[in-house]
């Protein structure tokens, strides 16, 4: 699936519809090269999850914990990350939970140690704007996918061909 995303509002509206979508739990990887939105995106499910304030990106501590009504979200940057293994040190295992949300940017710095993902998008630049490309990789996943194609909110937003830039 393919979505449109003119500006940053968009993006927190879709982060906010796929939040919704997700109901608390699940493992959403967000790839980009940077300054494509994978944060603005997180901005946007944490809202969904009832969270008002400042969301920035974990890049130093590698993980940023919040406790929102629907449960646990961990929003997770490994921009930073110099080995897979480091998400061991820091207890990563305990956090990928089935009661959990875990949002990963960067996700391919924590390959070979890393879940499979119950959904990838993949933000690139498009014109003037940002377009997300959205993978189902679990179950979990396709329903989700379901979900999306079905909101009304993002009905203007669905194409499905990728667009060039």
Same mark, same amino acid.
């Given at each position: 699936?393919?979505? $449109?995303?003119?500006?940053?509002?968009?993006?927190?509206?879709?982060?906010?519809?796929?939040?919704?979508?997700?109901?608390?739990?699940? +493992?959403?990887?967000?790839?980009?090269?940077? @300054?494509?939105?994978?944060?603005?995106?997180? $901005?946007?499910?944490?809202?969904?999850?009832?969270?008002?304030?400042?969301?920035?990106?974990?890049?130093?501590?590698?993980?940023?914990?919040?406790?929102?009504?629907? @449960?646990? &979200?961990?929003?997770?940057?490994?921009? $930073?990350?110099?080995?897979?293994?480091?998400?061991?040190?820091?207890?990563?295992?305990?956090?990928?939970?089935?009661?959990?949300?875990?949002?990963?940017?960067?996700?391919?710095?924590?390959?070979?140690? %890393?879940?499979?993902?119950?959904?990838? &998008?993949?933000?690139?630049?498009?014109?003037?704007?940002?377009?997300?490309?959205?993978?189902?990789?679990?179950?979990?996943? +396709?329903? %989700?996918?379901?979900?999306?194609?079905?909101?009304?909110?993002?009905?203007?937003?669905?194409?499905?061909? $990728?667009?060039?830039?």
């Amino acid at each position: 699936m393919h979505i $449109r995303l003119d500006d940053e509002d968009r993006q927190v509206v879709f982060g906010q519809c796929l939040g919704r979508a997700l109901k608390g739990r699940g +493992r959403i990887y967000l790839e980009g090269e940077l @300054g494509a939105g994978k944060t603005t995106l997180t $901005r946007g499910i944490l809202r969904a999850h009832g969270h008002a304030g400042a969301v920035k990106s974990p890049t130093y501590t590698l993980v940023e914990p919040y406790e929102l009504t629907e @449960g646990r &979200v961990y929003h997770f940057d490994l921009y $930073r990350l110099g080995d897979p293994e480091e998400l061991e040190f820091i207890g990563g295992r305990d956090l990928f939970t089935d009661d959990a949300l875990c949002i990963v940017e960067w996700p391919s710095r924590g390959k070979g140690w %890393l879940p499979l993902p119950d959904l990838s &998008v993949a933000l690139s630049l498009c014109g003037s704007g940002r377009e997300a490309l959205l993978e189902a990789h679990t179950e979990h996943g +396709r329903v %989700l996918l379901e979900a999306l194609s079905l909101d009304a909110t993002l009905a203007d937003m669905i194409s499905e061909e $990728r667009e060039t830039p």
